[in-house]
């Protein structure tokens, strides 16, 4: 098993060797070129126009979808539910109120891991070796809702906000809407929402550290996936050499990457996976 890994880690090593490495960045031309990996053609034009209809219709969709029927039986079953916890097991025993939580805070596709949920929100936050720091590293969202909530000191007084339960509310009904667009082309509701947290991923680092980033990157460049085998320095040094992360901030740059990522997504530039 170790020679099989080693080999493929040596093989991927010479792979990245040879992948262009511009001094400009990335070629953009890919985004001229039809693709489509199940024989639909996905060209600049298409995907900037689906792009930028998922964008105009984000406020009509997220409040269409708050008023269907199972929307509001599952936000009323976890606004009871909060509201009579008396800790966060309480939340995360229940199936829809965790269901409502995990989804709102980004960690829908975490919902069956209950333990693991137990542990990672309610990590000690001055405890750099805690779990939600541990798993920072490839999943930053169990890190971001641990310290949004501090479950270690307040258990789940803070969730039975008013605010708090709003905020969910509003949050769970736009990851409905993002796994929604996912449906009209993959990686849709994945390149709006990395479009939106773009501007702080400035550096290789923080890219590596959130999966969305990680994702919409990598894809972008052309990276294969078993980059994440490679040392934290070599998977830094190949998304550096392919993309100068200061341009994340820049929106025009940041639409044509997220382009370039729906377009490798489905299928490539002539529909090669890349």
Do not use: C
């Amino acid at each position: 098993m170790l020679q099989v890994m080693a080999a493929s880690i040596s093989s991927m090593n010479i792979a990245l060797s040879m992948m262009p490495t511009p001094q400009g960045g990335f070629d953009f031309s890919v985004l001229t070129q039809a693709g489509g990996s199940q024989g639909v053609a996905f060209n600049a034009g298409s995907v900037k126009s689906k792009l930028d209809n998922a964008e105009k219709n984000e406020a009509k969709d997220v409040k269409q979808i708050a008023e269907e029927p199972q929307t509001k039986k599952d936000l009323a079953r976890y606004a009871k539910v909060v509201k009579e916890a008396k800790s966060l097991d309480d939340v995360l025993n229940d199936p829809i109120a965790r269901k409502v939580f995990l989804k709102a805070s980004g960690l829908g596709d975490q919902v069956d891991y209950v333990a693991l949920a137990k542990k990672a929100l309610s990590s000690d936050l001055e405890d750099t070796s805690s779990l939600a720091y541990r798993l920072s590293s490839t999943n930053g969202l169990w890190l971001e809702a641990a310290k949004k909530h501090n479950f270690h000191l307040f258990g789940a007084d803070l969730l039975k906000l008013s605010t708090s339960i709003k905020e969910i509310s509003d949050n769970y009904a736009g990851e409905i809407r993002l796994d929604r667009l996912d449906q009209q082309m993959p990686g849709l509701g994945s390149a709006v929402l990395f479009k939106r947290m773009a501007s702080s991923l400035d550096t290789p680092i923080k890219i590596l550290g959130s999966a969305l980033g990680r994702e919409v990157v990598t894809t972008a460049l052309g990276l294969p996936k078993q980059i994440a085998l490679q040392s934290l320095e070599a998977q830094t040094k190949a998304i550096s050499q392919r993309l100068d992360a200061k341009k994340l901030k820049d929106p025009e740059f940041v639409d044509k990457l997220v382009q370039r990522y729906l377009i490798q997504l489905n299928g490539g530039a002539g529909g090669v996976t890349a």
